[in-house]
Structure formats: structure tokens, C-alpha cells
T-cell receptor, first 116, second 109 residues
Framework: NAGVTQTPKFQVLKTGQSMTLQCAQDMNHEYMSWYRQDPGMGLRLIHYSVGAGITDQGEVPNGYNVSRSTTEDFPLRLLSAAPSQTSVYFC???????????????FGPGTRLTVT | KQEVTQIPAALSVPEGENLVLNCSFTDSAIYNLQWFRQDPGKGLTSLLLIQSSQREQTSGRLNASLDKSSGRSTLYIAASQPGDSATYLCAVHGQNFVFGPGTRLSVLP
């Protein structure tokens, strides 16, 4: 099992450019999510998905789009990058247990994004 | 809206000490609480998960407790080692997952 993988590891963008951060998991988990981590702010939820074809917004969704066409993949798209989107981005996945919500989260290694 | 806080923000202890990290949350309607470790520049490693129906979980030198009614969890680290130096994060799973800001731990040799 590769677990949760993310590409790229590092990326530098210019303001206004677009790009897609890739996330994949091979554990057949229903739940996938994207977080950003900023100094002093902790991890904040951007978007999440509870299954293929189902996505929803988290705490800080503005400027980001997601889609979930397969169970395995959950890409995060930056439509027009801004310096405020400079951050470390983490993807996570989890599975459900009947009546107990989603179980423990597994995290990818992160993508460090700089927007100049 | 769920809010999660962690005390202390930073902690520095000599090797061998037993220590306690605290996590508080405002909404007790949760499914579970998870403790993570994060090394500088790295991702998150899951340490322990406590279901809402459980009072504690243990793994090696780590013990996590949960008091859902008072909105508190503690992570107890026994006989701390320099290799335990990292940031420790708690995450509460209610309607969604909400993270605390973390406790930065330094264990001095």
C-alpha cells in the first residue's frame, strides 16, 4: 500500500497562474479532504468528499475547486493563484464505520506551494 | 462551530520526564478524537484515536484520555526522549474534522 500520495512536493507559481495539486489513495477510503497549514493558524479544511461524485466546502474554500470522479483521486485546483494561497497543502483520507462517523485520518506528505 | 484549543503552545522538558499535553473542544457531539505528531517540514503521523464511547487508549509510552462531557482530552507521554520532540496536534471529528493549533514539544538530552 502506498497510502496517500501527493504531487508535486514543491511548487512555485506566479500570481494569476492556475494549477492542480494531485492526491491519490489506494485504501478504498470513502472520505477524502484537503487542508492548508499556515504558521499560527493550524490546519484548516478547504474541501472534502464523502464519496465519488460528492464534494462539499470546508472552512476556507474560496479560490479552490475540487472534483471526485473516482474513489482513488481527489485533485485540488487553484483557479488564479494569489500570494495568500502560499501554504503547505495536505490531503487526507478516511473510512466510515456504521454509526461512528469516519474513522482515523491518514495524511499525505504535503505540497509546499509558494505564490509570488 | 467547533473550536479546538491546545495548552501549552510550547513545552521544553529534560529527557526522562513524564508530561501531559491538553486538548479542549467546545462541542461535545463528536464521533472521535485523534492525536497526531508532526515533525518539522513533514506530514502528520497518527498516534492514537479515541472513539467517543471510550475513555482512553494506550500505545507504548503514550496514553490518551477523553472526557467528552467536559470537552477535554489529554495525551500523556511517559519517560520522554529526545526523539519525542515534535509538534503534537489533536483533531476532533464531529460534523467535520477540526484541528487544534498544536503543542510544540522539545525534549532536551
Amino acid at each position: 500500500n502506498a497510502g496517500v500520495t501527493q504531487t508535486p512536493k514543491f511548487q512555485v507559481l506566479k500570481t494569476g497562474q492556475s494549477m492542480t495539486l494531485q492526491c491519490a489513495q489506494d485504501m478504498n477510503h470513502e472520505y477524502m479532504s484537503w487542508y492548508r497549514q499556515d504558521p499560527g493558524m493550524g490546519l484548516r479544511l478547504i474541501h472534502y468528499s464523502v464519496g465519488a461524485g460528492i464534494t462539499d466546502q470546508g472552512e476556507v474554500p474560496n479560490g479552490y475547486n475540487v472534483s471526485r470522479s473516482t474513489t482513488e483521486d481527489f485533485p485540488l485546483r487553484l483557479l488564479s493563484a494569489a500570494p495568500s494561497q502560499t501554504s503547505v497543502y495536505f490531503c487526507a483520507s478516511s473510512y466510515s464505520r456504521s454509526g461512528q462517523g469516519f474513522y482515523e485520518q491518514y495524511f499525505g506528505p504535503g505540497t509546499r506551494l509558494t505564490v509570488t | 462551530k467547533q473550536e479546538v484549543t491546545q495548552i501549552p503552545a510550547a513545552l521544553s522538558v529534560p529527557e526522562g520526564e513524564n508530561l501531559v499535553l491538553n486538548c479542549s473542544f467546545t462541542d461535545s457531539a463528536i464521533y472521535n478524537l485523534q492525536w497526531f505528531r508532526q515533525d518539522p517540514g513533514k506530514g502528520l503521523t497518527s498516534l492514537l484515536l479515541i472513539q467517543s464511547s471510550q475513555r482512553e487508549q494506550t500505545s507504548g509510552r503514550l496514553n490518551a484520555s477523553l472526557d467528552k462531557s467536559s470537552g477535554r482530552s489529554t495525551l500523556y507521554i511517559a519517560a520522554s526522549q529526545p526523539g519525542d520532540s515534535a509538534t503534537y496536534l489533536c483533531a476532533v471529528h464531529g460534523q467535520n474534522f477540526v484541528f487544534g493549533p498544536g503543542t510544540r514539544l522539545s525534549v532536551l538530552p
